[in-house]
Antibody, heavy 117, light 111 residues
Framework: QVQLQQSGPGLVKPSETLSLTCSVS????????WTWIRQPPGKGLEWIGYTHHTGATHYNPSLESRVTISLDTSKNQFSLTLYSVTSADTAVYYC???????????WGQGTLVTVSS | QFVLTQPPSVSGAPGQRVTISCTGN?????????VHWYQQLPGTAPKLLIYGNNIRPSGVPDRFSGSKSGTSASLAITGLQAEDEADYYCQCYDSSVSRYLFGTGTTVTVL
């Protein structure tokens, strides 16, 4: 079955860079859009952006200047990089995928990233 | 702002029917873009319940149904069960802000 397994640090210092990886099994990365979504503690979901095997990317305009989502099909992984983080970036980060129509059938387990010195 | 508006909470007794509304505008729900719904149990990742306005993925009980009309969408849960206690989110693409939006979220309580 399809599995998305997230990895990365749970603590990042302010002004530094947040990096998370999502390892994919059970589905070809030549399909679908590979997406990151976050959820601040006690709050709702926020779409961060996606990448596609064609090289296409699309980011939330509110984060676009600080975010990169990349795909490594040779490793069956995709990654999130968020630069210059602040406490407002503290959230549970999810990787997700599952369609070409903007909905998400499969999700990673979530990673709580806390921005604090 | 750039959100889809949902009621903060709804509740019902076991066996009852509850509905959750999701209100948008002519740049998101009011377009041809599909509305999708997710269920999130405490401490877990969201689970896809409905996609493309009214399509249930395999394995989702037919107690869950979705609909869309104009600039609003709804999720209905019939035969409410204790295991349905969770947060529910709608989702749709917004062409004016070029991003996917999630609803504000609704907590369902089974009395």
């Amino acid at each position: 079955q399809v599995q998305l397994q997230q990895s990365g640090p749970g603590l990042v210092k302010p002004s530094e860079t947040l990096s998370l990886t999502c390892s994919v099994s059970g589905v070809s990365m030549s399909s679908y859009y590979w997406t990151w979504i976050r959820q601040p503690p006690g709050k709702g979901l926020e779409w961060i952006g996606y990448t596609h095997h064609t090289g296409a990317t699309h980011y939330n305009p509110s984060l676009e200047s600080r975010v990169t989502i990349s795909l490594d099909t040779s490793k069956n992984q995709f990654s999130l990089t968020l630069y210059s983080v602040t406490s407002a970036d503290t959230a549970v980060y999810y990787c997700a995928t599952g369609s070409d129509s903007g909905y998400y059938k499969w999700w990673g387990q979530g990673t709580l990233v806390t921005v604090s010195s | 702002q750039f959100v889809l508006t949902q009621p903060p909470s709804v509740s019902g007794a076991p066996g009852q029917r509850v509905t959750i509304s999701c209100t948008g505008n002519s740049s998101n729900i009011g377009t041809y873009y599909g509305v999708h719904w997710y269920q999130q149990l405490p401490g877990t990742a969201p689970k896809l319940l409905i996609y493309g306005n009214n399509i249930r993925p395999s394995g989702v009980p037919d107690r869950f149904s979705g609909s869309k009309s104009g600039t609003s969408a709804s999720l209905a849960i019939t035969g409410l069960q204790a295991e349905d206690e969770a947060d529910y989110y709608c989702q749709c693409y917004d062409s004016s802000v070029s991003r996917y939006l999630f609803g504000t979220g609704t907590t369902v309580t089974v009395l």
